[in-house]
């Protein structure tokens, strides 16, 4: 079966970094787009970056662009978000999708 199994969060002080990994299995993973989502307390689950199959071409939110990058490994079959200059507002529960699955989520808490 497809899973999505996120790893890289934590707590990190602010402008700091962290790298978040998604490693995935049961499915063809170089053939589809991948997602990186977070969803903040009482927030509404907001879509961070998408990175197409073949990883040439991303895009990001607003309140991410220039210091997020999303990347992906079709032949370890993981895609990574790097996380730079890190706000407390960007601390929030990060989830790995693909079109229909999710992973478990990580913890990501940017606070000093």
């Known amino acids: 079966q497809v899973q999505l199994v996120e790893s890289g969060g934590g707590l990190v002080q602010p402008g700091g970094s962290l790298r978040l990994s998604c490693a995935a299995s049961?499915?063809?993973?170089?053939?589809?787009?991948m997602y990186w989502y977070r969803q903040a307390p009482e927030k509404e689950r907001e879509l961070v970056a998408t990175?197409?199959?073949?990883?040439?071409?991303?895009n990001y939110a607003d309140s991410v662009k220039g210091r997020f990058t999303i990347s992906r490994d079709n032949a370890k079959y993981t895609v990574y978000l790097q996380m730079n200059s890190l706000k407390p507002e960007d601390t929030a529960v990060y989830y790995c999708?693909?079109?229909?699955?999710w992973g478990q989520g990580t913890q990501v808490t940017v606070s000093s």
């Open positions: 999708a693909a079109p229909g699955y």
């Open positions: 049961g499915f063809t993973f170089r053939r589809y787009s």
């Open positions: 990175i197409t199959s073949g990883g040439g071409s991303t």
